[in-house]
């Protein structure tokens, strides 16, 4: 049985996807899950993965995604 970890929240769409991106490309899987409101649009994009993938997704988080 899979165990989900969210790994990455943000407001903004294309970040999530920035994130799962460089994830998917480092071989770890990843998914993102939309809890944005679509009236108010107030929510977040959240990233999850494997569980047993969190140190190595934080990992590549940490030293590859970069935000301004």
């Known amino acids: 049985m899979v165990k989900w970890t ?9 970040e999530a ?4 991106m460089v994830l ?5 899987f990843a998914t993102i ?3 944005q409101d679509t009236s108010y649009h107030f929510g977040e994009y959240e990233v999850y993965i494997n569980d047993v993938d ?3 997704a934080t990992q590549i988080i940490n030293d590859n995604v970069y935000f301004s």
Do not use: D, F, T
Not at 9 to 14: M, Y
Not at 17 to 20: A, G, M, N, Q
């Open 6 to 14: 969210k790994i990455y929240a943000s407001s903004l769409q294309h």
């Open 17 to 20: 996807e920035i994130v799962k």
């Open 24 to 28: 998917v490309g480092e071989g770890v």
């Open 33 to 35: 899950i939309n809890k």
């Open 54 to 56: 969190k140190e190595i």
